[in-house]
């Protein structure tokens, strides 16, 4: 196996055992943790393997870190339209 994908494999195990554990703060100290690592590792993904795999693994970082998303929609949604 490549590199990318080990480290791809590893983040998204450790992003699901994070949100296994119950929070006070709603686990966002973690998500921009996971974001801040998860950003360098899709261009990683990118330069080793190509657009294709990065596209998913972005979809699959989405469906862990889907709050995130969904409140970052609502904010572009407002500031345009």
Same mark, same amino acid.
């Given at each position: 196996? $490549?590199?990318?994908?080990i480290?791809c494999?590893v #983040? @998204?195990?450790?992003? $699901? %055992?994070i949100? !296994?554990?119950p *929070? +006070?703060?709603?686990? #966002?100290p973690?998500a ?6 998860g !950003?360098?590792l899709?261009?990683? %993904?990118? &330069?080793?393997?190509?657009? &294709? &795999?990065?596209?998913l693994?972005?979809a699959?970082?989405? *469906?862990? @870190? ?7 929609l +609502? #904010?572009? +949604?407002q500031?345009?339209?």
């Open positions: 196996m $490549n590199l990318a994908f480290l494999c #983040w @998204l195990i450790v992003a $699901n %055992v949100g !296994m554990f *929070s +006070r703060r709603k686990h #966002w973690a921009y943790a996971l974001m801040s690592v !950003m360098p899709v261009a990683y %993904v990118i &330069w080793a393997e190509g657009i &294709w &795999w990065a596209l693994f972005m699959l970082a989405a *469906s862990v @870190l889907r709050w995130p998303l969904v409140f970052a +609502r #904010w572009v +949604r500031q345009f339209g």
